[in-house]
């Protein structure tokens, strides 16, 4: 089985300052990986994925994330955020492979952005 | 194209009450998903199917019941409303893995159990 560790609960910032959410994933085989975020009273919505190849992956609305798989990580970050990147953000992992359909997904990071 | 729905959006039931929170999809997804959200616990996969017929318990089943009879619905069951079971409940559908087609998540049913 698979478990993911979002070691901030709560990261408040100012605009355009940058940002970064730390993931830890924890598997006993290969894995993919990936960020959500979630606005006030939305469903979630798929930021960025890891599958495979180049270690840094760009997604959506100028967020980044680096796959670092000595230290087991997948921290996202941005350079400059907005109001608007106010939100709750989730570190998900599934299993590769055939069996790649379920995810885990960890306990959150909501991220306050004020003026 | 509607994508996924859940209905209701808002809920609130006596202990011992039972509903069934409903959910479909218009994109003929072959999996669907039921998960609940708790504050500072992310997101916990209830049930899970992978085609009409076929249904599995995720992490947190106990209390739950699922049925998927068509590919677009997949309706989940609380027979014995308790405390424990408030929560916002998320269902989701994916076309086959993550890895190509990524899940994609309904608005959500808010519910309170008094």
């Known amino acids: 089985a698979q478990s993911v560790t979002q070691l901030d609960s709560q990261v408040p910032v100012f605009e355009e300052a940058p940002v970064e959410l730390r993931c830890n994933y924890s598997?006993?085989?290969?894995?993919?990986l990936f960020w959500y975020v979630q606005y006030p009273n939305q469903g979630l919505q798929l930021l960025l994925k890891y599958l495979s190849g180049s270690t840094l992956v760009k997604g959506i609305n100028g967020f980044e994330a680096e796959f670092n798989k000595s230290q087991t990580s997948f921290h996202l970050r941005k350079p400059s955020v907005h109001i608007s990147d106010t939100a709750e953000y989730f570190c998900a992992v599934s299993q590769s492979g055939d069996n790649d359909y379920k995810l885990s997904f960890g306990a959150g990071t909501t991220v306050t952005v004020r003026a | 194209n509607a994508g996924v729905t859940q209905t209701p959006k808002f809920r609130i039931l006596k202990i011992g009450q039972s509903m069934t929170l409903q959910c479909t999809q218009d994109?003929?997804?072959?999996?669907m998903y039921w998960y609940r959200q708790d504050p500072g616990m992310g997101l916990k996969l209830i049930y899970y199917?992978?085609?009409?017929?076929?249904?599995d318990k995720g992490e947190v089943p106990n209390g739950y019941n699922v049925s998927r009879s068509t590919t677009e619905d997949f309706p989940l069951r609380l027979e014995l409303a308790a405390p424990s079971q408030t929560s916002v409940y998320f269902c989701a559908s994916s076309y086959a893995g993550v890895k190509d087609y990524g899940y994609t998540f309904g608005s959500g049913t808010r519910l309170t159990v008094v």
């Open positions: 994109m003929n997804h072959n999996y």
């Open positions: 598997s006993s085989v290969s894995v993919y």
């Open positions: 199917s992978v085609g009409a017929g076929i249904t």
